[in-house]
């Protein structure tokens, strides 16, 4: 019943589009991309029970081995987008996109049906200005290159160590993720490539103690075959390190406590050719929390930096990345004892697509998630490693973008 019922809001919603477009000759484009696969994952190596780890980590358990084989759809999306035009070069723009999953045909979201970038906006010589639901600046700007265009929410994307610490489960540590209630300005480019973007997230916060809101900001550079972007992001009261630490650590539940955890990123790219380029990322990482008690979380901040290529050969693509994150450095109120001993982390990917259009590609992707004794760095789609252990996991699927 549930899924008949979001069927019939997605085609109520492409006829209101249609409707529109017809009544305001506005410009409306139905868009998508598909790309199941088969995936086997080998997850091992834990960290065995009673074995010293980090003060932030979570005790080791000598959990078992797990070797699964599973259908998959990351990311697999369905879209509407169009334009207006309102004269005096100013236009109304919107977006509206649906993921969900082509192995099971769900909605990939139980808590809404426009789960991915949704948005209205209005575009001009002035810029662009958005209300909605979208993906953050510092994710957009950095960690641009979409491995075979599968990368986006899949067991292969760097972000999975590039914009995350190797403590906890808790997404409120990510800075790799789309904010709803976003405010977002684009400026159009000046100085001959260079353009920059400001996002904010409101909070929403039922009370006057925290905040709870996100502030995106980026200048990005594009102009023949060299892209490079610095983007910084910060997070007020949404504590990624207190949600990620030990509860005997964490200043959750503290009305009292405050955090600002902050992202910085560099990124450049660079264009040999049509079939050649490389790509380059930095960030640095702070999770800071005031306000709380003796012996609680108080700072966590590492580096995390990637590496990647890919090389075009008629109709064959192959891609290779290297990203890995260090362990950094921790510091609990009252300068109680704290370290940060097995933090690092490491991934590595290659891979290869035949294409047989610019719209169809089969694929072939292996992934090593390599943890230090106490890490628990994760791009397993459909679970998380214990304290220690290194995932491993191999994919064939098929692509189509239309």
Not at 35 to 62: C, D, F, M, R, W
Not at 68 to 77: F, Q, V
Request: aromatic content about 10%.
């Amino acid at each position: 019943m549930k899924n008949t019922k979001l069927t019939a809001i997605a085609l109520g919603a492409l006829g209101c589009c249609c409707a529109l477009s017809a009544q305001a000759q506005s410009n409306v484009t139905i868009y998508g991309r598909l790309y199941p696969e088969i995936v086997n994952v080998n997850v091992s190596g834990a960290t065995p029970k009673g074995q010293a780890v980090s003060t932030l980590a979570a005790a080791p358990t000598s959990a078992a081995d797990v070797r699964a084989t599973s259908e998959d759809s990351p990311n697999s999306r369905l879209g509407f987008r169009g334009a207006e035009d309102l004269g005096s070069g100013l236009k109304a723009i919107f977006q509206l996109e649906i993921g969900f999953g082509v192995d099971t045909g769900t909605n990939s979201s139980t808590s809404s049906l426009f789960s991915r970038d949704t948005y209205v906006g209005l575009a001009s010589n002035y810029g662009t200005v958005k209300l909605g639901s979208m993906d953050t600046v510092y994710k957009n700007l950095g960690d641009t290159m979409s491995y075979l265009g599968i990368s986006s929410g899949n067991f292969l994307s760097t972000s999975n160590i590039l914009s995350k610490p190797g403590i906890g489960s808790s997404s409120a540590s990510s800075f790799h993720l789309r904010r709803a209630n976003s405010l977002v300005y684009e400026s159009p480019e000046f100085a001959g490539g260079f353009q920059a973007l400001f996002d904010y997230s409101l909070g929403e916060v039922a009370n006057d103690f925290q905040r709870q809101n996100v502030i995106s900001t980026g200048l990005k550079y594009e102009a023949g075959p060299l892209y490079a972007a610095v983007a910084v992001e910060r997070h007020y009261d949404l504590f990624g390190g207190s949600l990620n630490v030990p509860t005997a650590l964490s200043n959750a539940t503290n009305p009292l406590a405050h955090s600002r955890d902050e992202a910085i990123r560099w990124t450049a790219q660079y264009k040999f050719s049509d079939s050649t380029r490389v790509e380059a990322n930095l960030a640095n990482i702070k999770y800071n929390e005031t306000g709380g008690t003796v012996g609680k979380f108080q700072e966590y901040k590492h580096r995390t930096w990637s590496i990647a290529g890919e090389q075009k050969i008629a109709n064959v693509t192959m891609i290779a990345s290297y990203g890995a994150a260090t362990a950094g450095s921790c510091a609990l109120v009252g300068n109680a004892a704290c370290n940060t001993d097995g933090l690092d982390g490491k991934m590595a990917t290659v891979g290869a697509g035949y294409s047989f259009s610019k719209r169809t590609l089969v694929f072939a992707v292996y992934t090593y998630m390599g943890n230090g004794d106490s890490a628990v760095y994760n791009n397993y789609n459909n679970g998380k490693p214990a304290t220690g252990q290194d995932i491993k996991t191999f994919a064939v699927g098929i692509a189509h973008n239309f």
